[in-house]
């Protein structure tokens, strides 16, 4: 039988037919497809062989399929070519690692009664993959049960036990079992740091964290990492300089959580800085570190050097393109998103998820609302994507901008999935908008209203038709209920450091002079025609008091800050946690005309680009 077999080079069909050893090479290279897998197994059936010393081989085979992409062929493998021959603990330990990428329990469970079977017990690195095995198929009880008969325990057995529990949520356990630890090395402490963080404790992860008597990149990242996932992006960026100081040379995982944290703040000049740090340090620009720039950029409001990145890197793969649309969108470029989303189609990429997620809120930010809504129903039918969350939520919010509210309604209704309070809140953004005050009051109900947004929005809709009793009703049932209005937060980057404002806090040592530089911006504003929007203030007081209320939102007092603070002409970068309200919005356009500054604002839900009196939403927001 004259047998093609496809090979990497210099591996010649004599010596692959005649010599194991070049199979053996062939085996355990990295670039070795499934089909050359099958056509080494046909070579394999030729020789049928009996003798011991083919076992290496049999192993060899055994290992290539466990990496494989169908790792389930090592077990057909195993059944019908190593019957015959005298197994050994590698040949189990190949399996386990076949049974642990395929994470089936059944197979796990079948190797682990052949171990005890041939009496393989004793070896702990057998036992360690069983553990692990059962612990990747969350059998957490069945791997602690292992874990407590196991004759002999080392590290590798803690970590993988301790690993397990904070994965699970199950800190006490995870944290006793580490005071068992006869000598806890770097990955233990690590493994512990990352199981709080990522349950929500930061505060113990960094107590273990500097308890360490040793700490590698890795125990950074996991710190690092763990702060911007519990939204403490100043203290991630605070270890991130302690690092380098140091000495501890940080990798593509610590840079791209630093640069999330530089994106979650706006700060842009930090964000530079890191780019540089990149390229002075030659990493590679791939498409993982390339969307975290991307993404960084998007978030600071700088789409040009987003783009410039784009352009830059090595390989453009779905993710980073997915990244350049969702920051298109998000920044008001919407008709950008668009053509980058139909270049993107046409070059090849099938799109997913995500990338339907920015074309919505592309249309829903631009008004289009016959782009949207043939995306929404038919263009994604056409890729096989299933509309989610997300998807509805941006479809809603698109709806009820244009004021189609009880379509918007009708969307929510008809959902095949169960709506969340970001969907429900979609709407009533868009009763908001519209002043539809009996459909809003519907929404509030709907979502049975535990957070102060939901309240404030219902009151902002009373107060701006005078509802005044109505407003004082909601006022009560938060009180009632224990509910506090989450004030407003707004930030700046001055000088590499971030300045926060809360409204109608004094507490910052440049206040008095902020408040001068306002009065004196209100003036020239009154004399260009500005009037104070104030039916967004929610008390029934004076229109004086509510002028002078609005005056110290927190916004106002960082654009303040930042105008006494930067030299003139030079952009300013706001990030406000809540949505940006009409008066704001409205002085903003004026502040950036009378001062002949672009200032760019990123509210909770998209960017306000402003420059000569105009903003990039087109009031529409």
């Avoid at 389930?72 to 190949?94: C, E, V």
């Avoid at 939204?231 to 593509?252: D, G, I, K, W, Y």
């Avoid at 969702?326 to 053509?339: I, P, T």
């Avoid at 004026?590 to 909770?604: P, Q, T």
Wanted: glycine letters at 6%.
């Amino acid at each position: 039988m004259n047998l093609h077999l496809v090979r990497p080079k210099n591996i010649s069909p004599t010596s692959l037919r005649n010599q194991g050893y070049n199979l053996i090479n062939l085996l355990q290279s990295p670039s070795t497809t499934t089909k050359q897998l099958k056509q080494i197994h046909v070579q394999l059936l030729l020789r049928n062989s009996r003798s011991h010393s083919i076992l290496y081989l049999h192993n060899s085979m055994l290992l290539a399929y466990a990496n494989s992409p169908t790792p389930n062929d090592a077990f057909a493998f195993f059944a019908t070519q190593m019957g015959h021959l005298p197994w050994d603990k590698y040949s189990l330990q190949f399996l386990l690692k076949a049974s642990s990428k395929s994470k089936s329990l059944i197979h796990a469970t079948h190797v682990h009664l052949m171990t005890i079977k041939l009496g393989f017990a004793s070896y702990t690195t057998l036992m360690n993959a069983i553990l692990c095995c059962y612990a990747l198929c969350d059998q957490l009880q069945d791997a602690r049960n292992l874990f407590d008969v196991m004759p002999h325990r080392d590290i590798v057995s803690f970590n993988s036990m301790i690993h397990k529990y904070a994965e699970s949520g199950n800190m006490d356990d995870a944290f006793h079992l580490f005071q068992q630890v006869p000598a806890p090395n770097v990955i233990t402490w690590t493994t512990l740091v990352f199981g709080f963080s990522s349950n929500g404790d930061l505060s113990a992860a960094r107590e273990v964290f500097e308890w360490m008597p040793e700490r590698d990149v890795v125990s950074w990242n996991a710190m690092i990492s763990g702060c911007v996932q519990n939204q403490e992006p100043v203290e991630a960026l605070q270890l991130f300089r302690l690092m380098l100081t140091q000495n501890v040379n940080p990798n593509s995982i610590t840079l791209c959580s630093v640069l999330s944290a530089c994106g979650s703040l706006g700060a842009l000049e930090t964000g530079k800085w890191i780019h540089v740090f990149v390229n002075k340090n030659r990493f590679r620009l791939n498409p993982f570190l390339g969307s975290a720039l991307i993404d960084m950029y998007s978030k600071c409001g700088v789409m040009d050097l987003a783009v410039e990145v784009f352009r830059c890197l090595e390989g453009q793969n779905l993710c980073t393109r997915n990244a350049l649309i969702n920051g298109l969108a998000m920044n008001g470029h919407a008709e950008q998103a668009l053509d980058m989303f139909n270049k993107m189609v046409d070059d090849g990429f099938r799109p997913d998820e995500v990338t339907f997620v920015g074309v919505l809120l592309a249309c829903s930010h631009g008004g289009f609302l016959e782009i949207g809504t043939r995306h929404f129903y038919t263009t994604m039918k056409e890729f096989g994507i299933t509309p989610v969350l997300e998807h509805y939520a941006c479809m809603v919010d698109l709806l009820g901008r244009s004021g189609l509210l009880m379509e918007a309604e009708k969307v929510i209704r008809n959902m095949p999935i169960t709506p969340d309070e970001v969907v429900w809140r979609a709407l009533l953004g868009g009763c908001r908008l519209h002043k539809n005050v009996d459909l809003a009051e519907k929404v509030v109900i709907e979502i049975e209203a535990r957070g102060s947004g939901d309240y404030v929005l219902l009151s902002n809709l009373y107060a701006s038709v005078g509802r005044w009793e109505d407003v004082e009703k909601v006022r009560k049932i938060m009180k009632h209920r224990g509910i506090k209005k989450r004030p407003g937060c707004s930030s700046i980057e001055v000088d590499n450091k971030i300045h926060e404002f809360i409204s109608g806090d004094n507490s910052h040592p440049r206040y008095a002079a902020i408040c001068e530089k306002l009065e004196e911006l209100g003036m020239k504003m009154s004399e260009d025609g500005f009037s104070a929007e104030t039916s967004v203030v929610l008390y029934d007081i004076e229109e004086e008091e509510k002028e002078q209320a609005l005056g110290h939102h927190s916004e106002k007092l960082a654009i303040g800050f930042g105008l006494i603070s930067t030299v003139p002409g030079s952009t300013l970068r706001i990030v406000k946690n809540l949505r940006f309200c009409i008066d704001c919005h409205n002085a903003t356009k004026f502040i950036s005309n009378i001062c002949n500054r672009e200032i760019v604002v990123r509210d909770r839900t998209r960017f306000h680009h402003f420059k000569d009196g105009i903003c990039s939403c087109r009031d529409y927001w």
